[in-house]
C-alpha cells in the first residue's frame, strides 16, 4: 500500500511531498498516519512488558501487581503520542518540526533491567527517577549534541547497538519457551509453546522476505497476529483481563512514585547520550530519504529537545523513555511523503488508545510464547543493526583491539554478575548492564589511544631509517 500511495498524483505534487509542512487529502493522510502506528506498535509496547516481566509482575506472573502492567502498556501508547507531537508540532526550540514517530526506547532496557530485577512493582519508583532525571539531563545536551557526534563514532555507536540487542536476545528465548515464570517446570521450553513461537518467526520472515511496502514494514505485527490466532486454536488465550479493564481513564501523575537512586539517575544520563546521538542519525535520515537534503542545526537541536522532554513527561506519569523510532525513518523513504501532518494523525490516534485501558488489557492476552517469537527477530535485528553499522569502521589494529577489549568486559560483566559481588549496590547495577562498561570503555579508548599509522607515515618512516642507515 506504502509504495502504491507513494505513485499516486492524487497525494499531491513531488515537490509538495518533499514539504514536511504539506497536508495531503485527508483520505489519504489518516491511513498513511496509521501505518507509521502499525510500523512501531509492537516495538512500542514490548520494553513495557519486558520491565515488568523482569520484575515480576508481567505475563504469567498471577501477580496482584499484574494491573500495573496494563498501566504501562497503556502509558507507553498514550506518551508515544504526545512525544510525537512534541516533535511534528512543537512549541519554542522543542521540536524538528518534522514527521519523526517517537516510541519506548529499547536502549534502556539493559539499564533498567538490574534495577528491578524480582523486586516487583516497588522497584520502579527508581526506575521513574531514572526515566525522569535522564530525561532532563537529554533536553539539556541539545545545544551542544553536534558537538559531542565526535566522541561516539561508528566504531562506539555500533558497539553500543550491538549490546543493546545481545543483553536481550536471551529475553526472546525465554519468552518462546514459557517465560520466566515457568522455568523449572514442566511445561518450559514444551513442543506447543516452541510450535507457536516458530510460526511467529516463520510468518514474519515471509511477510518480510515476500511482500512489499507497508506489509513487508509491519511484518512483525502480522507474524504476532498470525501467531495470536494459532494460539487462540489451541486454547491457549484467555479474555479475563479486558472485562477487568475499565473503558476510559486518565494518566496518573507519579503513579509509580519517585524514588531517588543514584545508579538509575547514573545509567539513564550516561544512556542519554547514545540515544542522543541515535535521534541525530534518524533526522538526518529522514531528511535524506524524505526531502534529499541534510537536517539543519535548528531540526537536530529541536529533535533532541524533545526526545528529553518527552521522555522526563512520560517518567512523571509512569511510561518509560522515549525517542525517535528507525523504522518509520525506512516508512517514509517507501512512502515518499514527507508531511509531519501526516504522522501527526498518527499520533492523535495512539493517545487515543492510551485513554483506553481495555486496549492495553487486550494487548496482556497476547501469550507470552506468541510474543516471543515476535521478540527474537526485533532483538535479533538490533543486533544486525549494530554490526550494520560496525561495517562502516575502519578495521585497524586499534580498532580492532578497542572493540574486543570493550566487547570482552561488557558482555563479561553481563553474563558473569557475581563477580561484582562485593562492589556497592550501585557499582554493580551499572556495571552488570554490560552496556555502561562497554560504552564507556570503548569511548575512553577511542579518545585515548593514538590512531594507527598511515601507509604513508610508514614509508616516511622507513625511508628515514634507510637514509639513516
Known sequence: MGETMALDSSL????????????PPL?????????????????????????????????????????????????????????????????????????????????FIPIMIPLVAGKGVDAMGMVMCGVIVGGIFHACLAPFVGKIRFALPPLVTGLVVTMIGLALVKVGIQYA????????????GSLQNWSVALVVIVTTLGVKFFTR?????????IGLIVGYLVALAMGMVSFDNIGRAAVFAFPKPFHFGFEFSVAAVLGFCLMAFISAIETVGDVS?????????????DEIRGATYADGIGTAVSGIFGALPNTSFSQNVGLIAITG???????????????AAGLIPKIGALITTIPIEVLGGGVIVMFGMVVSAGISMLSEVNWSRRNMVIFAVSLSIGLGLQLEPGALQHLPDTATVLLTSGLLPAAFIAITLNLLLPQDL????????????????
Open 12 to 23: 499531491g505534487s513531488a515537490e509538495q511531498l518533499r514539504d514536511p509542512d504539506y497536508t
Open 27 to 107: 483520505a489519504s493522510a489518516i491511513p498513511l498516519g496509521i501505518q507509521h502506528v502499525l510500523a512501531m506498535f509492537v516495538s512500542n509496547v514490548t520494553p513495557a512488558i519486558i520491565i515488568a516481566g523482569a520484575a515480576g509482575f508481567g505475563f504469567g506472573s498471577n501477580s496482584p501487581e499484574f494491573p500495573n502492567l496494563i498501566y504501562m502498556i497503556q502509558m507507553s501508547m498514550l506518551f508515544a503520542g504526545i512525544a510525537t507531537l512534541f516533535q511534528t508540532i512543537g512549541f519554542g526550540p522543542v521540536g524538528a518540526r518534522l514527521p519523526i514517530v517517537q516510541g519506548t526506547s529499547f536502549a
Open 177 to 188: 519457551a514459557g517465560g520466566v515464570p515457568a522455568i523449572g517446570t514442566p511445561e518450559y
Open 213 to 221: 511496502g507497508i506489509l513487508s514494514v509491519a511484518a512483525v505485527l
Open 285 to 297: 535520515g529522514i531528511t535524506k530519504g524524505g526531502a534529499g537534503r541534510e537536517a539543519t542545526d
Open 337 to 351: 511523503v514527507m508531511s509531519r501532518r501526516v504522522v501527526t494523525y498518527g499520533a492523535l490516534f495512539l493517545i
Open 454 to 469: 598511515t601507509d604513508e607515515q610508514t614509508n616516511l618512516i622507513s625511508g628515514d631509517s634507510e637514509q639513516n642507515g
